[in-house]
């Protein structure tokens, strides 16, 4: 928890994570002929950046957070948990934002999805959000086992155009927030499922596109 980590998985997906990270890999599932699979991760807290392999390029590759449910098709997306809310901003490819049977697919990169009381919001949250994710330090940690790594600068993120929807952005003293650090004291168990698979058709559904 107190550096940066990497995994990756057996399609070329991937994952950088960002310290004080909490994920479980729930399910990986691939058919290297096919290239088809499914990849599901359970996210509780903290920051990381996935990368999209062979699964999330013909089959679904999601991440499941208390708050939504994000998808990756063939790209790069950030995801952050912290303050009670998720953002997750693409960076390369599409991405898909759910939440309570509603639907959000961003192809523009730089766009966010978040959620506030139960709704999808969008707005430009930016490129070089967490430059801790493109450090070139050593990706291990940092400190002794259980103790809390470094908490991240989310200064670029609360200026964004999204930053004002965002309670990790919340401020005291008038001033932009400048370094977080969160630990949950328990985990929280990941919202539903409900990736896109390439349409937004789908009973109770609806889905809208974010694309400029």
């Known amino acids: 928890p107190t550096g940066l980590g990497m995994l990756v998985f057996r399609d070329e997906s991937s994952a950088k994570i960002g310290p004080n990270t909490s994920l479980t890999i729930d399910e990986f599932v691939y ?76 192809t523009n990169p730089g766009y966010a999805c978040t959620s506030e009381d139960g709704k999808l919001l969008t707005g430009y949250g930016g490129i070089d959000t967490f430059p801790i994710l493109d450090s070139i330090d050593r990706i291990a940690g940092t400190g002794l086992p259980g103790e809390p790594g470094p908490g991240l600068d989310v200064s670029a993120l609360c200026a964004s155009a999204l930053g004002g929807s965002l309670k990790v952005c919340d401020s005291t003293d008038g001033a932009l927030p400048g370094v977080v650090m969160e630990f949950p004291d328990t985990p929280t168990p990941p919202v539903g499922g409900g990736v896109d698979k390439g349409g937004c058709e789908g009973e109770g559904e609806s889905c809208c596109y974010y694309c400029n």
């Open 31 to 106: 058919n290297p002929g096919s290239g088809s699979g499914k990849i599901d991760i359970g996210m509780n807290s903290g920051l990381v950046r996935f990368y999209g392999g062979q699964v999330s390029k013909g089959g679904v590759m999601q991440v499941a957070t208390p708050h939504m449910v994000l998808g990756a098709r063939g790209g790069i997306i950030e995801v952050l948990v912290a303050a009670g809310q998720t953002v997750g901003i693409l960076r390369a490819g599409r991405m898909t934002c759910t939440i309570n049977g509603k639907r959000l697919v961003i």
